[in-house]
């Protein structure tokens, strides 16, 4: 454990960091709502209710500030190629962006749960408050209308005739909020890694639900619910010395005076105004680049339903362990799909290898085997960074690919092969005398190299502790490009092998995700 702490503080580090942040606005928040005279009559209709809304509404603002910087593609490659300089340790917080956004989406459904729930029971107050005929304050309060001023009220539920249920649906912010729910549920669901794996072209539509919880979000504060004493009604009558005679507001002779309430302007606008227009550049960059011609200069069709295309494609430039979103037009307008380089950036060309796992790979793969001349149109978003670009960064390196997993690993063995071929000075991987890949061929698909396949799963133990044998006091990169399961047992083995004592050999393991 404390190995793993050395290996990963900076991302630890960040993440405490945001967990403090939504703690220290939700309790910040909720005590100057649960202690404020500004809301002192409010309290009386809503009680502790009105704090929780109103805390886990700022949160809700912060987290979906936060959750389109993962995203932000083009923004984590350029902090990427900057950082290249750093340790890898001050690089890792980028490599687990998706991660990252996976918890901050479950910080957002956990605060809408609040705020839902908070203002179900505000809503059934405000309600009972108007129906009530005791003359307690909280009656007398949701009575309150001043004709000189039509938006003075508190209680937005002004009829005792008016139901929770057509309120919720009337307002600005309970419409809005219905509708924000629903889109925040059908992309959390649809994320779920089985949908996700399996219909990816589900995901892909549901998740682009965004744009309507953006905008429900930003409209949602318009009506303006929640409700303050105004500063003036404040200095005239303030509540702690005239709450006691809210009988007695309609004798004008007394010194309180009934007050006046001021509905709380929206501000959910500005706390996601930047990142927006951040995310729409983002996507015109994205759109401008994937407009350029890209020519496709070979085909190959593998065996097991591999698809090979070798590109070109003006001022394309690359980096082992990139990858590329890939659209074909003429299967879908919309959908764009990641794969990895399988070309090494010392060659001409740029290729994917792409295996039928769904309805849009293997219309594809059914559109080139059926296509003759002219071949359907390819458009290409990229390249992005990944984890992988640091394989040279380390003196030894471990590539575990699964499947199609070994697409990533075939840049890095092209890429060694022509840096070997030109006595490539900076690189710190010395030796490259074995390659072990788990395939069904003889020789590899991806790579065309002679060396000697091994079959089945490798003994990982035996396998970490030959490494760290032969190189005690190294530091070893562990880059895998396959299923979870997998990644379990090499990260574990990767702080099992890994030394106490920082000057002797280190396991870092290295996950490929995009």
């Known amino acids: 454990m404390g190995n793993w702490l050395v290996n990963h503080w900076l991302s630890v580090l960040f993440l405490v960091s945001w967990l403090g942040l939504n703690i220290f606005l939700f309790v910040y928040v909720f005590l100057n709502y649960e202690k404020s005279d500004k809301y002192y009559y409010t309290r009386e209709i809503l009680g502790t209710a009105l704090a929780l809304a109103r805390a886990s509404a700022l949160c809700l603002n912060f987290n979906s500030m936060v959750i389109l910087i993962p995203v932000c593609r083009n923004l984590l490659s350029f902090l990427r190629g900057t950082c290249s300089f750093c340790n890898h340790t001050l690089r890792k917080p980028l490599d687990h962006n998706l991660?990252?956004?996976?918890?901050?989406?479950?910080?957002?459904?956990?605060?809408?749960?609040?705020?839902?729930?908070?203002?179900?029971?505000?809503?059934?107050?405000?309600?009972?408050?108007?129906?009530?005929?005791?003359?307690?304050?909280?009656?007398?309060?949701?009575?309150?209308?001043?004709?000189e001023k039509e938006d003075s009220w508190?209680?937005?539920?002004?009829?005792?005739?008016?139901?929770?249920?057509?309120?919720?649906?009337?307002?600005?912010?309970?419409?809005?909020?219905?509708?924000?729910?629903?889109?925040?549920?059908?992309?959390?669901?649809?994320?779920?890694?089985?949908?996700?794996?399996?219909?990816?072209?589900?995901?892909?539509y549901t998740h682009h639900l965004f744009i309507i919880y953006i905008i429900c979000l930003g409209i949602h504060g318009l009506g303006g619910i929640v409700r303050g004493q105004t500063e003036e009604s404040m200095s005239e009558s303030h509540p702690r010395n005239c709450s006691y005679s809210f009988h007695e507001w309609d004798k004008y002779e007394r010194s309180c005076r009934s007050p006046h309430f001021v509905g709380q302007p929206p501000e959910s606008w500005k706390w996601i105004l930047a990142p927006i227009a951040f995310y729409i550049f983002e996507r015109i960059l994205r759109f401008y680049r994937s407009r350029q011609k890209v020519v496709i200069t070979k085909v190959v069709m593998h065996p097991c339903k591999v698809l090979e295309l070798q590109m070109r494609k003006r001022g394309f430039t690359m980096e082992i362990g990139q990858y590329i979103f890939v659209n074909c037009p003429s299967i879908s307008f919309l959908e764009w799909h990641p794969f990895t380089l399988t070309s090494a950036p010392e060659e001409e060309f740029f290729s994917i290898h792409i295996r039928a796992a769904g309805d849009w790979t293997e219309n594809l793969i059914r559109t080139f085997e059926q296509q003759h001349s002219p071949m359907p149109r390819i458009e290409v978003d990229g390249p992005f960074g990944t984890v992988s670009e640091d394989v040279f960064q380390y003196e030894v390196a471990v590539l575990v690919g699964a499947g199609i997993g070994v697409t990533p690993f075939a840049s890095f063995l092209k890429s060694i092969w022509y840096k070997f071929q030109r006595a490539h000075n900076k690189l710190k991987t010395q030796k490259a005398g074995h390659a072990a890949l788990n395939f069904d061929r003889a020789t590899d698909v991806?790579?065309?190299?002679?060396?000697?396949?091994?079959?089945?799963?490798?003994?990982?133990?035996?396998?970490?502790?030959?490494?760290?044998?032969?190189?005690?006091?190294?530091?070893?990169?562990?880059?895998?490009?396959?299923?979870?399961?997998?990644?379990?047992?090499?990260?574990?083995?990767?702080?099992?092998?890994?030394?106490?004592?920082?000057?002797?050999?280190?396991?870092?393991?290295?996950?490929?995700?995009?």
Not at 155 to 184: C, E, R
Request: proline share 5%.
């Open 99 to 147: 991660t990252f956004h996976k918890l901050v989406a479950y910080m957002i459904c956990i605060f809408t749960a609040i705020h839902i729930i908070a203002h179900l029971f505000n809503f059934e107050r405000y309600s009972r408050s108007q129906q009530a005929m005791d003359g307690s304050l909280a009656s007398v309060l949701s009575s309150l209308f001043h004709p």
């Open 154 to 204: 508190l209680n937005p539920i002004q009829s005792p005739n008016v139901t929770v249920m057509y309120a919720a649906f009337t307002s600005i912010a309970g419409l809005t909020g219905v509708v924000a729910t629903v889109a925040l549920v059908l992309m959390v669901t649809s994320a779920m890694e089985f949908i996700r794996r399996n219909y990816f072209e589900l995901f892909w």
């Open 446 to 514: 991806l790579t065309g190299l002679k060396q000697k396949t091994s079959f089945g799963r490798p003994m990982w133990d035996n396998e970490f502790s030959r490494i760290a044998t032969a190189h005690p006091k190294s530091v070893v990169g562990v880059f895998l490009c396959g299923p979870p399961t997998l990644a379990k047992s090499l990260r574990k083995c990767c702080r099992r092998y890994s030394s106490l004592d920082p000057r002797k050999v280190q396991f870092y393991f290295n996950k490929e995700t995009f």
